[in-house]
């Protein structure tokens, strides 16, 4: 179930995605949230308390999204490790199209509240788990994923070369195919965990 928000704070989320695309989250201020919107500042206000909250609601939606679509993604008829390929390259088409949700998500390290957003990052990587997890131990029960380590550490792994890979993106400013990269990625890990 996607995170409930009025037409209004989703616009202002969309126009903040615009401006931490273009110009990341030193470039995200309320004064430059309105002029992107055409109306004061006051009006961001009654919606949004800070900018922080703007990128905290921004990662509330993006875990409600990711839980909503990977709900969907992945099914029981296919083999671990087509669902595996499916998660992924679902994950890398969404952030193709929406790039600033990649922004909020590096952008703990630049915020004040850290605490709070560095919350939400889990939150938003509790859901790639919730649905990559099952998936992981199918494989392992049926013999084509590796059992040598456990489920859980294959999923740090797989994680982390996932975040490793829209961080690269995003540091070289999107300049690359992220769904080409991806897919690449994603058979260079299926060789690494498939049982030889």
């Not at 030193?26 to 006051?42: R, V, Y």
């Not at 206000?45 to 905290?56: L, M, P, Q, T």
């Not at 087509?82 to 990649?102: C, D, G, R, T, Y």
Request: charged share 20%; hydrophobic share 50%.
């Amino acid at each position: 179930m996607l995170a409930t928000f009025t037409d209004r704070q989703f616009q202002i989320i969309e126009a903040a995605g615009r401006i931490l695309t273009a110009s990341g989250v030193s470039g995200l201020t309320i004064k430059n949230l309105a002029k992107e919107m055409q109306f004061s500042e006051s009006a961001i206000y009654r919606h949004f308390e800070s900018k922080e909250a703007i990128i905290i609601a921004m990662l509330e939606y993006l875990a409600a999204n990711i839980d909503s679509r990977l709900e969907t993604q992945v099914s029981a008829l296919l083999t671990p490790e087509e669902n595996f390929i499916a998660l992924f390259q679902n994950q890398f088409s969404f952030f193709k199209n929406n790039p600033h949700f990649v922004v909020a998500v590096f952008s703990d390290c630049l915020l004040e509240e850290r605490q709070q957003v560095n919350a939400t990052i889990l939150k938003v990587m509790g859901m790639k788990s919730k649905h990559l997890m099952p998936i992981i131990i199918a494989g392992q029960q049926k013999g084509v994923f590796n059992n040598a380590i456990s489920g859980e550490a294959m999923l740090h792994i797989v994680i982390g070369a996932f975040r490793l890979q829209m961080f690269q993106w995003r540091v070289a400013n999107f300049e690359f195919d992220i769904e080409k990269t991806g897919n690449n990625l994603i058979q260079s890990i299926l060789t690494i965990i498939q049982s030889k």
